[in-house]
């Protein structure tokens, strides 16, 4: 998700599990080939396993990021070809390609001869109008032949013309049933499921279905819902018992951005929902986002916000 899942959102979500494959925000190949390479790919060592989410067409562009990207240290590289903004389009990537399979084939083998590293593709089911359950078979199929075996498929058409990119999230309807076909009809392939899956139970209605299940933006709003991940899915203790052990660990990281000179508020921009659904996350909220105060130490910012909360809470029992 660009501009949301960078290094800091990453790290905050790792406090919480553990175990769940992180993606990188989309980063275009033009962006890592003449850009700053050091700050779109570093990361810090605790976000593991983690994955490079790439943008592009050319296959010899995807090839030397994908270098770049077992270079730098990343378990997984990702083709995105379900973004349907404009801006992405104009560029000729993101959904848009998938009316290209045989370029996506020729940009995954040009991607797996240049790196050890898994080539993985995040889709959609179709683009525009196209609803025909072989439209995506074929271009899966297509794909998987040139040596991909993970998609993650939002199971969703991606209307390139007419609809905002959130209003593709959310008009264009969900057919979680051709996701499930497609892992019938390849049974060999890992086929995981992105659209709309909110909570821990629709994930395990899901997992008994397809391979895997990929959560965005619920994730990044209410990040404690993903609390209980490892104990429930992989078998692991859960890293955190509570919020306040979350936000303490947190706040370390935060005291580490201050003490190096780096602005801790566009770190604190995605732990905001930390607190979401409890007495008083309103006013946590608030004191966190006081641009007034992003000159402060971060402990004391904590000290007010929890005061803030507590203060709500006890005025709430009253």
């Known amino acids: 998700m660009m501009d949301w899942t960078d290094r800091h959102c990453r790290y ?17 190949t033009g962006a890592l080939i003449h850009g700053d390479q050091p700050r779109h790919l570093d990361f810090n060592s605790e976000e593991h396993p983690v994955a490079l989410q790439l943008g592009g067409s050319e296959p010899e562009d995807l090839a030397t990021c994908a270098r770049l990207a077992e270079r730098w240290g990343y378990d997984e590289v990702n083709l995105n070809c379900g973004c349907p903004s404009e801006r992405v389009q104009r560029g000729a990537f993101g959904a848009c390609l998938m009316a290209e399979p045989q370029l996506v084939a020729d940009c995954v083998k040009a991607m797996r001869d240049a790196t050890r590293l898994p080539v993985t593709v995040k889709h959609r089911i179709g683009i525009d109008k196209i609803e025909r359950y072989e439209f995506v078979r074929d271009f899966v199929g297509t794909v998987a032949a040139a040596g991909c075996e993970v998609f993650i498929v939002h199971a969703r058409n991606a209307w390139l013309q007419g609809l905002s990119p959130k209003e593709n999230r959310e008009i264009p309807p969900l057919r979680y049933e051709l996701v499930a076909q497609l892992k019938r009809d390849f049974p060999q392939l890992t086929i995981a499921l992105n659209g709309g899956i909110k909570t821990p139970d629709q994930i395990a209605e899901q997992l008994a279905l397809v391979d895997g299940v990929m959560v965005g933006r619920e994730a990044y709003h209410e990040p404690w819902s993903m609390a209980q ?29 201050h003490a190096a000179g780096t602005p801790w508020s566009h770190a604190m921009r995605h732990a905001l929902g930390l607190w979401n659904g409890t ?24 000290r007010q916000a929890t005061e803030a909360r507590l203060g709500a809470v006890v005025r709430q029992a009253a």
């Open 12 to 28: 905050f979500h790792r406090l919480i599990t553990r175990h769940a494959l992180l993606y990188t925000e989309m980063v275009t």
């Open 229 to 257: 991940w490892d104990s429930r899915f992989f078998g692991a203790p859960d890293p955190a018992t509570s919020r306040e052990q979350v936000e303490d660990a947190w706040l370390a990281y935060l005291d580490r951005l």
């Open 279 to 302: 007495p008083g996350s309103r006013r946590w909220r608030q004191i966190w986002s006081d641009h007034r105060l992003k000159t402060l130490a971060p402990r004391e910012v904590a």
